[in-house]
């Protein structure tokens, strides 16, 4: 397939540094463990342009999450250097956010809807800019009904829309996403994919999403980078160059949607049994 | 307004059933056909009430129950006070939790009542000695619930804290603070029956002033129906606070879901 | 074997005991060197001390026998009466209808204040001291036995009728191990509560046992031996409570898991 690339690839070659959201290379990370240390990640090298769609596809235990966290500054990176427009990361930066896959333990339990949302623009805005960043932030996710309601009183797809509304109020400029629909079901699943694509438009918010979903990180990424490996290595990057808006009976069934994901499992199966 | 009328719509509709009072009604009916008259030993219910007319003409009563409620309710908000701030700080590190643990564990195994006669010796017997007393008594329950709610909050809120860049301060007052407020509601509620019982000893021991001080005084003068009399204003004194308290905490508790309030 | 060990080692809190024995010699610090003057204050060498004269002393396992005496009738009593309530009520929802309100009344009554009445019926003895330790110590019995019971699973009870089991043999081989859980901890509850009260008792009630002899040697001008009372009884507390915790996980293991956790 003319679209697959062998890592390490290195876009910084094509595109002048200022056009790089986040750019990555030579990380590596290592946890404290039982005894000593573990590397989970290891010389990973990639970079995030502004606006687009990036998910991160690969089996558990391959260090996904740990790359999201040290894209969103939570954990540092042993080795090798991180950067998001242009400056050295050194903790959780102003224009990233973290959507976390387990929304209920994400969620303040005893705010309602409204007051999770104004957590990250209290203390930061005036009461009438919250007021209103809030509600536009409930439009996108289609909440707008529920701002009073608690997050205990919704179903699961719904938090999670209050968790995706909570990161969007701060109006940050990526979204980091972790397996964030992973526990839902299908129908919900579906619906949140399309309505995170729609806030993508009409926000111009980058995604970088982690998956370990071959179908979901086709349909939602404009590029997918397969990690492998314990420690991980991302051993492939994609340009889906999929027609936009994507719909998910139609993307689903085009042959080049299938040759992605073909291609996708080839390269996670390849590498993850190898 | 409206959530208010709810609460108390949907506390009536929690109570048990009135006819469960029946027992109750029977067994003083039953008492007063036996021994309607007085009686060194079980003197009747009318007794009783025309015991608290005769208590509440002579001034005493409500001069009683204002100083054991104001004991109580000083005391209590010194110990919900001291022991919230101390348990959050407490559960907040783990080597002063693991290192204080015992010592604690220790301290609320003695049974309160045994370090009143200690207070007594230390301080002498004043209004300042009831205070420190049920403080004491009140502070264990308080404080070991709030350090295990500060130990139990979930690693991921604080991660979303940090993500959304908020300073110590501001994890403190919007993570910390609201999710230790159930258990330091539910340790409120084991203390005020402790409490209760510590201020009522205090006074009998001491005859410091106080519904204490009142019931053993009917008591070693053997005024039966006072003693009857008292005994049933002090069963509805612990009723109205524990009750009341339960309202309190399920107005504050509305905003927390179901499971986590009921703990 | 050896990591069972290392485990061992592991939990034992070393910085915990390490606390205990800081406090200890800086209050002996404190008092030795003066700072602390306090006519009635005694440094913990004076407490151990007065610790070791009572454990010598025949007169004070007399108030100790007398108090255990008090706290393990009580509490049986107690959770006689208050299984059987508790499992009245938990079965029948007549019956919970008809009593549940009176028990809810008279549950926040202070134990305490049972004392006066009960002097003036049994005067100074161990009568007394029942009534004041029996009565509050039954409510947590009954509840939690009612709680136990009548959170039974329905499915439970289509079990034994499956199996058609007489009404006897599904209260006594389903209802009452299904709620052993909940019922050990409302024994629990009542045993703490029981010792609160025995001393009580003694303080203000029936001048005999632990609660009595913390009163005398207060009166008496004896600190030391004081606070050594007040130190037995803390450990009396936790030993009862460690002998309960450990009796039912020999009798009923699976039961227990629930206790340690309440």
């Known amino acids: ?52 769609v990036f998910t991160i596809v690969g089996p558990s235990g391959t260090g996904k999450t740990t790359l999201l966290r040290v894209l969103g500054g939570l954990t540092r990176a042993t080795t090798g250097s991180v950067r998001i427009n242009g400056r050295e990361l050194t903790g959780p930066p102003e224009e990233v956010v973290i959507v976390f896959q387990d929304y209920s333990h994400a969620l303040l339990q005893w705010r309602t809807v409204a007051r999770n949302v104004a957590l ?25 009904k529920n701002a009073d309601d608690y997050p205990w009183q919704l179903s699961g797809g719904m938090q999670q829309r209050v968790q995706i509304a909570r990161a969007l109020a701060v109006r940050p400029s990526v979204l980091l996403m972790d397996e964030p629909f992973a526990a839902l079901d299908a129908m919900t699943k579906a619906s949140l994919q399309d309505e995170l694509l729609g806030v993508r438009d009409q926000t111009g918010t980058s995604i970088v999403f982690v998956t370990h979903d071959i179908e979901e990180a086709v349909y939602l990424g404009d590029r997918i980078a397969v990690i492998t490996g314990s420690p991980g290595r991302i051993t492939h990057t994609f340009d889906i160059d999929l027609r936009k808006p994507r719909d998910q009976v139609a993307t689903r069934q085009m042959p080049a949607f299938l040759e992605f994901r073909y291609a996708v499992h080839q390269a996670i199966g390849s590498n993850a049994y190898g | 307004m409206r959530a208010a009328v709810k609460n108390l719509r949907s506390l009536f509709a929690n109570l048990p059933p009135l006819r469960g009072l029946l027992p109750i009604v029977l067994l003083l009916v039953f008492w007063q056909l036996v021994q309607p008259g007085p009686s060194p030993y079980f003197p009747g219910p009318v007794q009783w009430w025309h015991a608290t007319l005769r208590l509440s003409d002579r001034g005493h009563l409500a001069a009683a129950f204002l100083s054991t409620a104001s004991s109580l309710l000083v005391g209590l908000a010194l110990a919900i006070v001291i022991g919230a701030v101390l348990g959050v700080l407490i559960g907040a590190s783990r080597r002063l939790s693991r290192a204080l643990d015992p010592l604690l564990e220790f301290l609320r195994a003695i049974p309160p009542p045994a370090i009143v006669p200690v207070a007594g010796l230390l301080i002498g017997y004043n209004e300042g000695m009831k205070l420190v007393v049920v403080v004491l008594a009140a502070l264990w329950p308080i404080l070991l619930n709030c350090a295990a709610a500060v130990r139990r909050i979930d690693p991921l809120v604080l991660e979303v804290a940090r993500s959304f ?19 330091l509601l539910t340790g409120i509620r084991i203390a005020i029956p402790l409490t209760i019982i510590l201020v ?12 204490g001080a009142l019931m053993i005084r009917a008591q070693r003068n053997f005024q039966s129906s006072e003693v009857y009399a008292l005994l049933v204003m002090i069963g509805l004194f612990g009723f109205v606070v524990n009750d009341a308290f339960l309202v309190i905490e399920a107005a504050i508790l509305r905003s927390w879901p179901p499971r986590m309030a009921a703990t | 074997m ?28 404190l008092v030795r060197g003066g700072v602390i003057q ?30 255990l005496l008090a706290v393990l009738v009580g509490w049986l009593i107690a959770g006689v009466i208050g299984i059987a309530l508790g499992v009245l009520m938990g079965m029948s929802p007549s019956v919970r209808n008809y009593l549940l309100a009176s028990v809810e009344a008279l549950r926040p009554m202070p134990g305490i204040a049972f004392v006066p009445v009960a002097l003036l019926l049994f005067g100074f003895s161990l009568n007394t001291e029942l009534v004041v330790i029996v009565l509050p110590a039954l409510w947590p019995v009954v509840i939690n036995t009612m709680g136990g019971i009548a959170g039974v699973h329905q499915r439970l009870f289509e079990v034994g009728a499956t199996f058609r089991l007489p009404r006897a043999r599904i209260v006594s081989k389903i209802l009452i ?69 450990q009796m039912t996980s020999l009798l009923f293991p699976a039961a227990t898991r629930a206790l340690r956790t309440a």
Not at chain 3, 225 to 243: P, S, T, Y
Request: hydrophobic share 50%; with cysteine.
């Open chain 2, 165 to 183: 860049r908020l300073s110590r301060w501001e994890t403190m007052w919007r993570i910390t603070a609201p999710s230790v407020v159930p258990s």
């Open chain 3, 177 to 245: 191990p299904a709620a052993l859980p909940s019922i050990l901890v409302g024994l629990r509850l009542s045993l703490t509560l029981s010792l609160v009260l025995a001393i009580v008792a003694e303080m203000v009630g029936n001048p005999t046992g632990l609660g009595y002899a913390v009163v005398r040697d207060q009166q008496a001008l004896r600190p030391a031996q004081m606070f050594a009372d007040v130190i037995f009884i803390g450990i009396l507390g936790i030993v009862l409570n460690q002998l309960l915790v």
């Open chain 3, 38 to 67: 306090y006519a009635y204050f005694p440094a913990p060498s004076a407490i151990g001390v007065g610790l070791s004269e009572l454990i010598a002393s025949a007169a004070f396992w007399a108030d100790v026998a007398h108090t």
């Open chain 1, 1 to 52: 397939m003319k679209s697959v690339t062998e890592a390490p690839r290195r876009d910084g070659d094509v595109n002048t540094q200022g056009d790089l959201l986040f750019s990555c290379s030579g990380v590596s990370v290592a946890l404290p463990h039982t005894l000593g240390e573990r590397k989970v990640l290891d010389d990973i090298s990639f970079d995030v342009r502004h606006g687009e």
């Open chain 2, 200 to 211: 009522l000893l205090v006074e009998m021991l001491t005859s410091l002033p106080g519904i």
């Open chain 1, 120 to 144: 990250g623009l209290e203390r930061r805005e005036d009461a009438d800019e919250i007021k209103r960043r809030v509600g536009d932030a409930l439009r996108l996710v289609k909440l707008e």
């Open chain 3, 2 to 29: 050896l990591m069972a060990r290392e485990a061992t080692i592991a939990r034992f809190n070393f910085p915990g005991l390490l606390t205990i024995v800081v406090c200890a010699v800086i209050w002996e610090l």
